[in-house]
T-cell receptor, first 113, second 109 residues
Framework: NAGVMQNPRHLVRRRGQEARLRCSPMKGHSHVYWYRQLPEEGLKFMVYLQKENIIDESGMPKERFSAEFPKEGPSILRIQQVVRGDSAAYFC???????????FGNGTRLTVT | TQLLEQSPQFLSIQEGENLTVYCNSSSVFSSLQWYRQEPGEGPVLLVTVVTGGEVKKLKRLTFQFGDARKDSSLHITAAQPGDTGLYLCAGGRSYIPTFGRGTSLIVHP
């Protein structure tokens, strides 16, 4: 399966711990997007990256959240010192480039206890 | 920020019925996408519309882009239980699609 792969599918963290979410884009895709989904809010854009560059992080909280997409390996969304409000489904999508449709992974469901 | 309003928010119908869901904005979009999302999975792209007035068909699904490229509709003919899911429209700045909150459709057998 050459689709977008996210892991883990489910992640449970205690308040104050760190959460690391991984995303491998579709083969040949160099553009990665992270979205967060809550039932009452829909899909909210967080960050857009290309290899080794953050293009737009306007949707990502300034504190505790960071993202990277290294030259080799998956894209990582890191949440430090998690709080209960971080509990959500986090989706990664990849595309070929501007104006190309997004292909989504099946998400990581983060639960903070 | 361009906002996309989807209606209705929820829809529960019987197998065989027809339905239409809507996606509206005050802004003009260069293109608009429709996705379907099933529980526990990521959104899956159904269609992209680009030209004002464009109509695209995907089996029993008909997608229309408004003439002014500010709105879109999705019509499903003879709905089936397999059509159950969350239907999302997305559009906006060229490289960062903005999503509506979706229409949650349940088709009862």
């Amino acid at each position: 399966n050459a689709g977008v792969m996210q892991n883990p599918r489910h992640l449970v963290r205690r308040r104050g711990q760190e959460a690391r979410l991984r995303c491998s884009p579709m083969k040949g895709h160099s553009h990665v997007y992270w979205y967060r989904q809550l039932p009452e809010e829909g899909l909210k854009f967080m960050v857009y990256l290309q290899k080794e560059n953050i293009i737009d992080e306007s949707g990502m909280p300034k504190e505790r959240f960071s993202a990277e997409f290294p030259k080799e390996g998956p894209s990582i969304l890191r949440i430090q010192q998690v709080v209960r409000g971080d509990s959500a489904a986090y989706f990664c999508a990849s595309s070929l480039g501007d104006n190309s449709p997004l292909h989504f992974g099946n998400g990581t469901r983060l639960t903070v206890t | 920020t361009q906002l996309l309003e989807q209606s209705p928010q929820f829809l529960s119908i019987q197998e065989g019925e027809n339905l239409t869901v809507y996606c509206n904005s005050s802004s003009v979009f260069s293109s608009l996408q429709w996705y379907r999302q099933e529980p526990g999975e990521g959104p899956v792209l159904l269609v992209t519309v680009v030209t004002g007035g464009e109509v695209k068909k995907l089996k029993r699904l008909t997608f229309q882009f408004g003439d002014a490229r500010k709105d879109s509709s999705l019509h499903i003919t003879a709905a089936q239980p397999g059509d159950t899911g969350l239907y999302l429209c997305a559009g906006g700045r060229s490289y960062i699609p903005t999503f509506g909150r979706g229409t949650s459709l349940i088709v009862h057998p």
